[in-house]
């Protein structure tokens, strides 16, 4: 069965540090990923998705992501973090069986120290 | 701006009662969906839409119901609340399409006492 697992509960940075937050996916065929941010008390918003093509994925806010097949891994990236990045990040797989439905993976929440 | 509108933020409510949650998406969207959040569990799908009167169970649909009379309204019914179904309520909604992003209302935190 497809599942998204990001292993990280919860973590903390300092304010200007790097940040990588890992997920890793179990699929039998080249997977849609996505990252959403859930800033609080807020719905979700995408940060950025792959498909196909360049692995290295950009999105919004400064994050990026980089799919690696033979790690069955999709980890979001910053190379600076901003005191506003302080929110809880899914990652997520769109199921095969189901054109339109996407499995979570249970979240990190992402605390920024001053 | 797709928007995706939930009828309340916060919602109180006493065991027994019959509680409507609805969510209306403004970009001709196919496809709806209602999550329920808990911390540590991620979203899970109560139910899905794919057309007007047409659903789907997801992976936790008991004590839930819903109703898509119309292509831009999706409403989840729980019948007769009850305390462990006190949780955040999330709407999305999607096109049609292998992958297709899903678009979050801001969700409805619901107490049920």
């Known amino acids: 069965a497809q599942s998204v697992t990001q292993p990280d509960i919860h973590i903390t940075v300092s304010e200007g540090a790097s940040l990588e937050l890992r997920c890793n996916y179990s699929?039998?065929?080249?997977?849609?990923l996505f990252w959403y941010v859930q800033s609080p008390g807020q719905g979700l918003q995408l940060l950025l998705k792959y498909f196909s093509g360049d692995t290295l994925v950009q999105g919004i806010k400064g994050f990026e992501a980089e799919f690696k097949r033979s790690q069955s891994s999709f980890n979001l990236r910053k190379p600076s973090v901003h005191w506003s990045d302080a929110a809880e990040y899914f990652c997520?797989?769109?199921?095969?069986?189901?054109?339109?439905?996407?499995?979570f993976g249970s979240g990190t929440r992402l605390s920024i120290r001053p | 701006d797709v928007k995706v509108t939930q009828s309340s933020r916060y919602l109180v409510k006493r065991t027994g009662e019959k509680v409507f949650l609805e969510c209306v998406q403004d970009?001709?969207?196919?496809?709806m969906f209602w999550y329920r959040q808990d911390p540590g569990l991620g979203l899970r799908l109560i139910y899905f839409?794919?057309?007007?009167?047409?659903?789907e169970k997801g992976d936790i649909p008991e004590g839930y119901s819903v109703s898509r009379e119309k292509k831009e309204r999706f409403s989840l019914i729980l019948e007769s609340a009850s305390t462990n179904q006190t949780s955040m309520y999330l709407c999305a909604s999607s096109a049609t399409g292998q992958g297709s992003e899903q678009y979050f209302g801001p969700g409805t935190r619901l107490t049920v006492t």
């Open positions: 970009m001709d969207h196919e496809n």
């Open positions: 997520a797989v769109a199921l095969y069986s189901s054109a339109s439905k996407i499995i």
């Open positions: 839409s794919y057309d007007v009167k047409m659903k």
């Open positions: 699929y039998g065929a080249t997977p849609y």
